[in-house]
């Protein structure tokens, strides 16, 4: 390849050799992506009270670095405001907001759809909640906050960029709720999820499916009591037993883990919960 080719009147680098700068590149690009995409999970935000906690945490436990993007127009609220974007190696595959007091709180994961509008429309008509209507973000995409209908939060988006999809930070997504039940009647007509049950004896632990991928997991948690029906994230660390060590020396919990598991359900010194694996 050339050293740079022009896209947009805006000359592009495709052998920045900085990765977080050649993230920077890659988000001047403006075209939608695949139809294949639709499904997929492919963003994640963490809605913080104190962010620097939240770096510090995840710096430690999974051993995140960051970069600061400054944004005249901030999606969340709007105004000037500076933006934390959290990399794994040379991955970009989550950004840190100011949480307000009110939903959402923790993580929040982003779905790819072919039309936001519609979906969000869509969203309605199957009885879940708009909590943000469609807004754009500049040189990313159209984003919308929703809710399914019995509570759980997530975003819908229609992305418009050359960035792939993250894959190093995270896992399969997890959907945590106190009672066995799931509006898998929602997820299939708005994103084509279906429910496969792991075991046919157990209606507590069942896979989220997209065309036979694996998208995550529906389980009942009683630890999650205290915060109704929500979507955690499946974060990766280099080994679970370092990285729980680490959780406890910068003050998180752990919730639940099975003895000789390589997992744990756990939350951030700020509540935000995670699944460790």
Known sequence: LPDAYRHSDRLIWVKERDPVRRYSL???????MPQREAGQIVWHDLFTEDAALSRCFYE??????????????????GGERDFILALSEDEAGAGFVAANGGPPFGWLPYVEVQD???????????CGTVEKAPFDVPGVGRNCLVRD????????????????????????????????EFPADFYSRLLNWS?????????????????????GYRTESASQ????PVWVPSIRVAQIAEALQGLQEIEGTVLSREIGSGS???????????VLF
């Open 195 to 215: 429910i496969v049950p792991l075991d046919a004896s157990e209606s507590v632990s069942q896979l989220i499916v997209r065309e036979e991928t694996n998208v």
């Open 60 to 77: 430690k436990v999974a051993r995140w670095r960051y970069v600061i993007e400054h944004a005249t127009d901030f999606a969340w609220g």
């Open 225 to 228: 009591s205290d915060h109704g």
């Open 149 to 180: 209908p019995i509570g759980a939060h997530f975003g819908i988006c229609q992305s418009r960029h050359a960035f792939p999809v993250p894959t190093r930070q995270f896992g399969p997504e997890h959907y945590l709720a106190t009672a066995s």
């Open 116 to 126: 936001v509008d519609a979906a969000a429309e869509m969203v309605l008509e199957l």
């Open 264 to 274: 744990a359900l756990v939350a951030d010194p700020n509540g935000a919960l995670s």
């Open 26 to 32: 890659c988000m001047l690009e403006d075209h939608s």
